[in-house]
C-alpha cells in the first residue's frame, strides 16, 4: 500500500475556467498548443487542506511523460484508433504511477480538468478531437474533457486504480467501459477485478468470438441479484465465489463450454 504522507494534491480547475481555455485551444494547433504551455508556476488553486502539493516540477514531469509516450503511438499525426487504444493502455499505469496523487484528490474533476486543459490539451485533441478545416477548430466530445466518468486523463488513471495494472491491459475497451461506467460494479474494486478476472480466465480460445457476450450477460445476472444480495458485505473470497457462479451460469446459457480448471485469480 502506498505511504499517504509521499501522495500528492494536484491543482485544480473550475468547469467554467476550463471551458474558457478550451474556447481557445480549439483554434490553435497543436504546435501553439505546446509553445504555449507554461508549467514554470501553477496559478490555480488546490484542495484547501492539501499538506503535499504537486508543483512545477511534477506537473512538467508527468507532460514529459505523458508526451513522450504519444510519440511512440504516432503523436502529434494523425493515427489508426487501434494506436490509441494502444496508447491508452501504455500511458495509463504510467499516469497511475508518476501522479501518485490521493484518490480523494483524484475524484475531484477539477483536478481533472486541470490535467487535461493546462498540461496536456495537445495530447486530449490527438485522441479525441478532429480538426475542422472549414471552420479551423478543433471538435471534441465535452464528456471527454469534462465529465468524470469519462474524462481523457482521469478515466485512464482511475480503470488502473481500479483493476490494477495487468488487469486494465487485458481487458479491450470495450470491456473496460461496460465495468466501470456502471457505478455499482466500476467503483468497487474488488467486484470489479473480480468480474475482469472471471472474463479472463473464462474466454478461452474456444470461445473468444463470444467474449462479449459473455461478459454482458454476467453482468446482468450480477445487477439483478445485487439488488437483493449485497457484495459489500462479502469477504473477497466470497465475492470470487460469487463472480465464478455468475459466468458458469452465463456459459451454460449461452452454451459455452465451462472451464476445465478452476480460475485463478490474477495476482
Keep these: 500500500m502506498a505511504d499517504q504522507s509521499a501522495l500528492l494534491c494536484y491543482p485544480r480547475m473550475s468547469l467554467y475556467d476550463a471551458s474558457l481555455s478550451w474556447e481557445l485551444l480549439r483554434t490553435q494547433s497543436l504546435s501553439e498548443m505546446d509553445s504555449s504551455i507554461d508549467l514554470a508556476s501553477v496559478q490555480a488553486p488546490y484542495y484547501p487542506l492539501a499538506r503535499q502539493r504537486a508543483g512545477s516540477d511534477e506537473l512538467m514531469s508527468l507532460r514529459l511523460k505523458i508526451v513522450g509516450i504519444a510519440e511512440e503511438f504516432g503523436f502529434p499525426s494523425a493515427v489508426s484508433s487501434k494506436f490509441l487504444v494502444d496508447f491508452d493502455r501504455a ?20 483536478v481533472w480538468n486541470f490535467i487535461n486543459t493546462a498540461v496536456v490539451p495537445d495530447v486530449v485533441l490527438w485522441r479525441y478531437g478532429r480538426f475542422n478545416v472549414q471552420n479551423k477548430k478543433w471538435n471534441i466530445s465535452e464528456d471527454r474533457l469534462f465529465d468524470m466518468t469519462r474524462t481523457t486523463m482521469g478515466r485512464l488513471w482511475w480503470r488502473v486504480h481500479l483493476l490494477g495494472p495487468e488487469l486494465a491491459s487485458q481487458l479491450g475497451e470495450d470491456e473496460v467501459v461496460n465495468l466501470l461506467e456502471k457505478p455499482r460494479i466500476g467503483g ?37 441479484k445485487m439488488a437483493v444480495q449485497s457484495v459489500f458485505v462479502m469477504t473477497p473470497v466470497e465475492i470470487n465465489e460469487f463472480v465464478t457462479s455468475l459466468f458458469l451460469e452465463s456459459a451454460e446459457a449461452l452454451g459455452i463450454p465451462p472451464l476445465t480448471t478452476p480460475p485463478n485469480p490474477l495476482k
Design 91 to 110: 500511458v495509463g499505469p504510467e499516469i497511475h504511477a508518476q501522479m501518485a496523487i490521493m484518490p480523494s484528490d483524484a475524484s475531484s474533476i477539477d
Design 188 to 224: 468497487y474494486p474488488l467486484l470489479s477485478r473480480a468480474m475482469g478476472e472471471r472474463l479472463i480466465a473464462f474466454a478461452s480460445e474456444s470461445n473468444t468470438g463470444r467474449r462479449m457476450e459473455l461478459f454482458r450477460d454476467a453482468t446482468k445476472r450480477l445487477v439483478r
